[in-house]
């Protein structure tokens, strides 16, 4: 039964793979029946998954618990059960994810706009407070390292190749912030390092997006080695 259900498993995968890139030849059929069983299992996963870690792991163990158990008590004259550890305040949390769920009633969809705008405008300040910490920051510290000093630490590395790759970095963001200063006509000796900065902006650019199709790549030979591999055993 093992061996069965372990063949019937390598030939579902392989079908829906070969399906997936069937798209490469024309939109088919069998492209569209592997895309929405990949989707529709996708979405069923995170829904379990958010509501056993969201709805049950943080917000009913946190405070709804507690507060179903307070209410029973006050209404049967019961033990009122302690508050020991509870954060009543994922209850706030709570009532705008209700109130983002009236957006599937057209009459009263217009209160989903309250805890959206609550969720960007908290997600915007909070990114905003790490992306200055941890990459603004860093990018200034970076670069203002000094090239020379038996002062600036044990673990300062005056090696050329230290000292280069410092000076590439204050040249690389120095010319970076002169392109982007618009107020001045970039020509003469501004002009240059504004085109050196487009130099480094054009580099930074490429190598990102040398890295997304790099991780890309790294899905593709995954599957190829799975049909070649596991399924065909042409690879040992």
């Known amino acids: 039964m093992e061996v069965l259900f372990e063949h019937f498993r390598l030939w579902l995968a392989a079908f829906l793979t070969l399906g997936i890139f069937s798209f490469l030849y024309k939109d088919n059929p069998w492209y569209k029946l592997s895309e929405a069983i990949f989707v529709g299992i996708s979405a069923g996963y995170w829904f379990v998954v958010l509501f056993w ?7 009913w163990v946190g405070a709804g618990d507690y ?10 004259g019961g033990e009122v059960p302690s508050s020991s ?6 209850w706030v949390g709570a009532i705008l994810g209700f109130l983002m769920l009236l957006r599937l009633i057209p009459k009263i969809g ?18 905003l407070i790490n992306y200055v910490a ?21 673990g300062f ?7 280069i790759g410092t000076i590439v970095i204050f040249v690389g963001t120095f010319s970076g912030l002169v392109y ?17 900065g487009i130099l480094f902006l054009m580099i930074t650019f490429g190598a990102s997006f040398g890295y997304t199709v790099m991780s890309r790549m790294s899905l593709l030979i995954g599957r190829i080695d799975y049909l070649l591999g596991d399924w065909l055993g042409m690879i040992k």
């Open 110 to 127: 217009w209160l989903s706009r309250w805890p959206l705008a609550f969720i960007v405008g908290a997600t915007a300040g909070l990114w």
């Open 67 to 76: 507060t179903f158990g307070w209410i029973g008590a006050k209404l049967s």
């Open 157 to 163: 590395d005056s090696s050329l190749g230290a000292i």
């Open 134 to 154: 941890s990459n603004v920051m860093v990018q200034v510290q970076a670069t203002m390292v000094p090239l020379f000093s038996s002062t600036f630490g044990s």
């Open 180 to 196: 982007f200063f618009f107020s001045k006509a970039h020509t003469g000796a501004f002009g240059t390092t504004a085109k050196i």
């Open 53 to 59: 870690d969201n709805f049950y792991g943080k917000f």
């Open 85 to 90: 550890g509870i954060d009543l305040m994922l």
